[in-house]
């Protein structure tokens, strides 16, 4: 790190000299730090509408294409897609290497991307997007630099509750374009949960009528705009429980789950389906088939978590039953980490959710978790209590495991800093799990995935932003930016432990991005 930051010194003293007085050195910084990225001495290369996009594979056009309009839409700067390079030229190709691994090297009067795949390419145009900026005018000195780049993990996801607060699909879109700003590839969206079932079933009308939800052609559109961008679409619909919506819907459907108390904790509900029911069988396979038929990625997500007052072996049915019908379909079953209870094998992913930081922890004496009456807190308990043995059966079985831990990867948190706009300290009293201890930046950079569970097969890492306390549309972003590239780092570098002001820094630098896309973030007083 400090090499690097070094000679980011020094090459930014030499650019100023070397760059004519009207053009401003980039100071944008890459986030996702690269696994390696050296400055050179040469001049720098002058991005303006001068320089052309160069494909030199018939297969890099649409990014060639989309790359231009991504840099238009950022920093003002008109790029043509030509099929020869002129004087100035940024050369894509394509090369051996792993999948996603780039490199990117800027001279005087070429800057070449080249990778093992669009997708790869894509990575690199990404990283030299970031290094533009947001320039005053309509040109940017881009320094000598070589960088060597690959991801530490396939997975790196970001999980949407569109459940409890519902985005339409263009706000769907937008975090897309923020994902992949940070080089994230999978978007899980939680379509249902106690609160709202947001997908149109054919057959169930009463899900849907009347309320936020998307159509089959909604959804479709999403998929098509993450699949232009290289996100995969993984749809969830979180069954046994989790499933108020359904009931409401289908009071005729039997609740296998039993209760001490009548439930009062809002939000919350104890009920689950039913595997004995036949009706309710046929109603989830109905809805597979619906997520098999629309989502176009590999990965379909049943859910499987918090089936609290479900007897183990009704859970065990249940969750047997619904990943036939998936793998029926050819595609992976994806579940949260309670999973595992029902038995798991290889080809299973498990979403590891449950691991608290000690501040949290603290927390559970806190009046909003106090507030839960004493049998149902045991209730809860006990299905937190068996979170080990699940990674242990996921490890034994060869699964794949995809980490998501409350601690670090969960964005819906309180913010612990304050914020430099007086607005958002209003905000920053109601956004966020009050049961949850605040967070600030640091606290949620402070893990290293590599070294989380070393024995396991880790497919990656996801973020995951819940939306309870969420209001509106410009609430979802406070809660993204500016966590959100911090848990982006983590899924992709490789450098292992970065200082935190490193991030810091480079963190600060985004601001100008995200207010030039005009997207609302979080001014937490320690960076912005
Ligand atoms: C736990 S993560 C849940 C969600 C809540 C979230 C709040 C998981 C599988 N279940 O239902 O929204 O905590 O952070």
Redesign the pocket.
């Known amino acids: 790190m400090d090499r690097i930051t070094k000679t980011g010194l020094s090459t930014l003293l030499f650019l100023l000299v070397a760059c004519s007085p009207k053009t401003a050195v980039s100071d944008g910084e890459i986030l996702p730090l690269p696994e390696t990225c050296s400055y050179g001495e040469a001049e720098p290369f002058v991005l303006d509408s001068h320089a052309a996009v160069v494909p030199e594979d018939a297969t890099l056009r649409e990014v060639a294409e989309l790359f231009s309009r991504q840099l238009e839409r950022q920093t003002g700067i008109s790029l043509q897609v030509k099929d020869q390079a002129g004087k100035k030229a940024i050369i894509l190709s394509i090369g051996p290497g792993e999948a996603e691994q780039y490199s990117l090297s800027v001279t005087p009067e070429r800057i070449s991307v080249r990778g093992s795949s669009p997708e790869a390419v894509y990575r690199g145009l990404t990283s030299l997007r970031q290094k533009a900026g947001v320039p005053a005018e309509r040109k940017v000195c881009v320094p000598s630099m070589e960088i060597q780049d690959a991801p530490a993990y396939s997975w790196r996801g970001l999980?949407l509750?569109v459940s409890?607060h519902f985005f339409t699909k263009e706000e769907v879109c937008k975090v897309i374009d923020m994902m992949t700003l940070y080089k994230l590839n999978v978007l899980h969206i939680?379509l249902t949960?106690?609160q709202g079932w947001r997908i149109e079933v054919p057959g169930y009308p009463a899900l849907t009528d009347g309320k936020d939800r998307y159509s089959e052609q909604d959804f479709s559109e999403i998929t098509a705009y993450a699949a232009g961008r290289f996100v995969t679409v993984v749809p969830e619909i979180?069954i046994p429980g989790?499933t108020q919506a359904v009931f409401e819907a289908y009071p005729e459907f039997p609740n296998a789950a039993s209760s001490p108390l009548p439930f009062e904790l809002p939000?919350?509900a104890i009920a689950c389906l039913d595997p004995d029911d036949a009706p309710t069988m046929d109603f989830v396979s109905k809805v597979i088939d619906l997520l098999c038929r629309i989502a176009p990625g590999e990965y379909v997500h049943i859910?499987?978590?918090?089936t609290f007052g479900m007897e183990e072996g009704k859970y065990a049915r249940f969750v047997s039953a619904a990943k036939e019908m998936v793998r029926f379909h050819g595609k992976k079953v994806v579940g949260?980490?309670?999973m595992a209870r029902a038995g798991v094998d290889a080809h299973d992913y498990v979403?590891h959710?449950?691991r608290f930081s000690s501040k949290q922890q603290q927390s559970q004496d806190n009046p909003a978790a106090a507030a839960i009456p004493a049998e149902i807190r045991a209730l809860l308990g006990a299905t937190y209590t068996k979170a080990p043995a699940d990674l242990q059966k996921a490890e034994e079985a060869g699964a794949e495991l995809i980490l998501?831990p409350?601690a670090w990867a969960?964005l819906?948190?309180p913010f612990e800093e304050t914020s430099t706009d007086p607005s958002q300290n209003e905000i920053r009293q109601r956004l966020g799990?009050q049961s949850?201890a605040p967070q600030s930046l640091t606290d949620l950079y402070d893990w290293n995935p590599a070294s989380l569970y070393k024995d396991y097969d880790v497919a990656g890492v996801e973020a995951?932003v819940?939306?309870?306390t969420v209001t509106s549309d410009e609430d979802l972003e406070l809660l993204l930016l500016p966590r959100l590239p911090g848990v982006a780092e983590k899924a992709w570098s490789t450098t292992g432990s970065v200082a935190a002001e490193d991030y810091l820094r480079r963190l600060g630098s985004q601001a100008a991005i995200w207010e030039r896309m005009g997207w609302n973030y979080y001014k937490a007083d320690t960076v912005f």
């Open positions: 999980s509750d409890r939680h949960d106690n979180d989790h939000g919350q859910g499987g978590d918090e949260w980490q309670e979403q959710w449950i998501s409350n969960y819906d948190c799990l949850y995951a819940w939306c309870e």
